[in-house]
């Protein structure tokens, strides 16, 4: 299964069940689009790290995003990204794997 299988099975499911996505989910989609490993999305994608820079290049990403998945995946990690209440670094982040 890849990336982007996993991704739009736990947007359909998060969806289904009306929550945010997992913090999986969040790592897998932070990976997809992040420019380089001075981006905030990048301190996301790695660390859990959330900032509202993070959020502000989600967002544009979200504007340009060129395909409907696309958009509706970063859509859904600016969700996951509001909402969680510990922005800082996440203890056991890099473990979660795909």
């Keep these: 299964m890849g990336d982007w299988d996993i991704i739009r099975s736990e947007l ?3 969806e289904h069940e009306q929550r945010v996505i997992s913090d999986l ?5 932070a990976t997809q689009f992040y420019d380089s490993q ?7 994608s790695s660390t859990g ?3 509202d820079d993070c ?4 967002r544009t990403a979200a504007e340009h ?4 998945d696309e958009q509706r995946a970063l859509e ?3 969700a996951y990204c509001t909402r969680r209440t510990d922005r800082g670094p ?4 890099s473990a979660l794997r795909w």
């Excluded at 959020?55 to 989600?58: A, C, K, V």
Aim: glycine share 0%; no cysteine; proline share 9%.
């Design 12 to 14: 359909d499911t998060a």
């Design 25 to 29: 989910a969040a790592r897998i989609i």
């Design 38 to 44: 001075s981006s905030p999305i990048y301190a996301l």
């Design 49 to 51: 790290t959330i900032t």
């Design 55 to 58: 959020i502000t290049e989600i």
């Design 65 to 68: 995003a060129p395909a409907p």
């Design 76 to 78: 859904a990690l600016i």
């Design 90 to 93: 996440q203890r056991h982040w």
